[in-house]
């Protein structure tokens, strides 16, 4: 059982403050062991990498990335409104308190993605491959949508409001269990994922309308 939780928990970025210097963000670049600071990328467009380094209070709106490597880094405080972000590999990725409303992003591999106290109202989250952990945790998706593999993927007392499913190709493993159900279109398509007996009886009249049944009291 212990070893089920672990393998739950994203792995944080391996990131030694120490050796990071400030550099400016720039296109098609490769970076390590960088730290970017309040800086303004918006409408950046471009690709690279970035790996164990730090991007703090930086903004992305309107951006268009394509590829981006990110291995080991932490961005906190960020914006990433209305970016267009594609073609990305995120191992060991954590994004905490960042701005990500309209964020398209898809992700060819996801392993060890967290978003802690994210807002990802209309932003369009698309996953080809999920390798490792991928957990949302107090994140809120208003009119949110998911495509693709979302397996493994953990909503940790996060807020659905219109949210969409239908277009997940796989949801095994999901874990829903510390989050509301209400606000979920197309909870059809997530079988296989795990909720608790108290959620399935509170969902109870979303899955029969989903199913196709009418609901009406006995006569």
Known sequence: MTQR????????????????????????SDFDEVRIVDQDC????????????????????????RPMELVDVALTKSIFANAQWSN???RRVALN???TIGWNLHCDVAEDLRFHECRLDYAGLSFTKTKGPVVFERCRFREATFVGDISRVAFVECEFDATDFNRITSARGV????????????INRL????????????????????????LSNPS
């Open 42 to 65: 918006s409408q950046y467009q471009g690709g690279g990498s970035l790996r164990f380094s730090r991007v703090d209070s930086t903004d992305f709106t309107d951006s268009t990335v």
């Open 191 to 214: 079988r296989g994922a795990r909720i608790s007996p108290d959620q399935a009886v509170a969902a109870a009249g979303t899955f029969a309308r989903e199913l196709g049944f009418e």
């Open 175 to 186: 874990d829903l269990r510390r989050s509301p159900l209400d606000g979920i279109v197309g």
């Open 5 to 28: 939780r672990r393998s739950q928990v994203p792995r944080p970025p391996a990131i030694d403050d120490h050796n990071l210097r400030e550099v400016e963000f720039e296109p098609e």
């Open 88 to 90: 990305v590999v995120a």
């Open 97 to 99: 308190g960042c701005q």
